[in-house]
């Protein structure tokens, strides 16, 4: 008897917890959804969230807004979302380096972005393309071979982060070159491209949607492509592999995420709409005019893809023998 009614108060937890789900899904979203970006603004990832928010909002009735949270790679951002209400009224803008490779690039996090995230949908995927300044002398990725071996340690190349897309293929370029490049860190794309363009770092690897840019600007030129083909938005920038490095090729991506303790309907509903809006015909030609690729998935998709990043830029960490920070 007692043992039925066990099952019974059981089975009544569940349809209430399930009523509730569903019921808060219904009412959600009941205030603006922020989408906090781990960079400053300027740079492609801020510029593309943008125009999904601007999509979504009204799709689920409220504003959608942008918060620019830069700092430690992503990291100061994560752990910000991961602070708020797990009510899927704030979403984290996660990337390449902040949800795959930082768990490399850190000895220790204070969140898991496997576990502490549940990641919605991919968003895009982008590549990164080798800046000069066009007075530099630098023609091709032998002229800058040939200039690091003159002088060892001269050359300086930014990023947008420790950790982030342009900071790790640096670090393997230098490496596979057999040249010393020294990093340095900034909190957003645009002062990367500012400093470049002032004469404070000599090249840097660039998300496409700001190379291009750069590029038309007429006072940048591209050496290489991260890419296995050269990108028809460049078409004048030749591969790695045409420059002489076999297998360069890396992808970089962003995806959405909430915190892992958001109830998983208000996660499906977020994922139906980031899918609805990113997928849109005006949404798609703006992302495409930045040379990046638009891709949406499903939540299990895109928490294999997760997986399988994480143990992807293990490798690619392990192969430059960057030495993980504190």
């Given at each position: 008897m007692q043992k039925h009614l066990s099952m019974m108060l059981a089975g009544l937890l569940a349809i209430v917890l399930q009523a509730g789900s569903t019921a808060s899904a219904q009412d959600f979203p009941s205030k603006p959804i922020r989408i906090v970006a781990p960079f400053a603004p300027g740079g492609s990832p801020d510029v593309i969230a943008r125009i999904v928010a601007e999509e979504m909002k009204d799709d689920v009735g409220q504003p959608v807004v942008v918060e620019n949270r830069p700092g430690a790679g992503g990291n100061l951002a994560a752990e910000y979302v991961l602070r708020q209400e797990p009510d899927g009224h704030t979403l984290f803008l996660g990337t390449t380096g902040n949800m795959a490779a930082n768990k490399s690039i850190f000895k220790s996090l204070p969140f898991d972005p496997e576990t502490d995230f549940t990641p919605l949908t991919l968003a895009y995927a982008s590549t990164n393309v080798l800046l000069v300044r066009k007075d530099s002398g630098m023609k091709s990725i032998q002229d800058l071979i040939e200039r690091a071996k003159q002088k060892p340690g001269s050359i300086t190349f930014g990023s947008p982060g420790v950790g982030t897309a342009g900071h790790l293929i640096g670090e393997v370029f230098g490496k596979r070159a057999g040249i010393e490049i020294k990093h340095v860190a900034y909190k957003g794309q645009a002062q990367v491209i500012a400093d470049l363009r002032g004469g404070h770092i000599d090249i840097s690897f660039e998300a496409i949607a700001t190379a291009i840019q750069a590029i038309k600007s007429g006072d940048m030129i591209g050496l290489a492509i991260a890419t296995k083909e050269r990108n028809p938005k460049l078409p004048d920038v030749?591969?790695?592999?045409?420059?002489?490095?076999?297998?360069?090729?890396?992808?970089?991506?962003?995806?959405?995420?909430?915190?892992?303790?958001?109830?998983?309907?208000?996660?499906?509903?977020?994922?139906?709409?980031?899918?609805?809006?990113?997928?849109?015909?005006?949404?798609?030609?703006?992302?495409?005019?930045?040379?990046?690729?638009?891709?949406?998935?499903?939540?299990?998709?895109?928490?294999?893809?997760?997986?399988?990043?994480?143990?992807?830029?293990?490798?690619?960490?392990?192969?430059?023998?960057?030495?993980?920070?504190?």
């Open positions: 030749p591969t790695f592999q045409e420059s002489g490095f076999d297998n360069f090729a890396f992808q970089a991506w962003a995806l959405m995420a909430a915190s892992s303790k958001t109830p998983p309907a208000i996660a499906q509903r977020l994922n139906a709409a980031l899918v609805k809006a990113i997928n849109s015909k005006p949404v798609r030609e703006k992302i495409d005019s930045l040379g990046v690729q638009v891709g949406t998935s499903s939540i299990e998709e895109a928490r294999a893809l997760l997986k399988a990043e994480v143990a992807l830029w293990r490798e690619v960490v392990k192969t430059t023998g960057f030495k993980p920070l504190d």
